[in-house]
C-alpha cells in the first residue's frame, strides 16, 4: 500500500477527521475526538494504528513488518512498515480494525448518533 491510499482509506471511513495536534510532523485521524490512526510524516515513515492486543500479538508472530508503535502505548497500538510484503487488503482491514476499536469504546449515546447518520 502506498502512503497516499493508506490516506485516502483513513480519509474514506465514516466521520474520520484529519487533524494535526501534536506537530507538523505527525498526521492523525479522529473518530469524534479518539485518534485511530497515525502517521509521521518524516522520511522514516511510521504507520500506526490502534489494536486489540490479543490480535496485536498474532500480527506480530506473523509479520515482521508489523511491530509494536513507537511512541505509543505498546499493549494498544501496532506500527506497520509499508515497505515490506503487507497485502493492501491486510492494511485496509487493520485500519478499519482501529476505527472500529476507537468507535467501540465511544460511549453508547454517541455510537447510536455515528450509526444514525451513516450512508
Request: glycine content about 2%; charged content about 30%; aromatic content about 12%.
Amino acid at each position: 500500500m502506498t502512503h497516499e491510499s493508506f490516506i485516502a482509506y483513513c480519509e474514506s471511513l465514516p466521520f474520520a477527521e484529519q487533524v494535526f495536534p501534536f506537530d507538523d510532523n505527525v498526521m492523525t485521524w479522529k473518530i469524534k475526538g479518539k485518534i485511530f490512526a497515525m502517521i509521521s510524516t518524516r522520511p522514516e515513515g511510521r504507520y500506526a494504528l490502534k489494536c486489540d492486543p490479543e490480535y496485536s500479538a498474532e500480527l506480530k508472530e506473523e509479520w515482521m513488518e508489523i511491530e509494536p508503535a513507537w511512541h505509543c502505548n505498546k499493549k494498544y497500538w501496532i506500527q506497520l512498515d509499508l515497505s515490506g510484503s503487507l497485502p493492501d487488503e491486510l492494511v485496509r482491514k487493520l485500519i478499519r480494525h482501529s476505527y472500529e476499536e476507537v468507535v467501540r469504546k465511544l460511549p453508547k449515546k454517541i455510537q447510536a448518533e455515528l450509526k444514525s447518520k451513516e450512508v
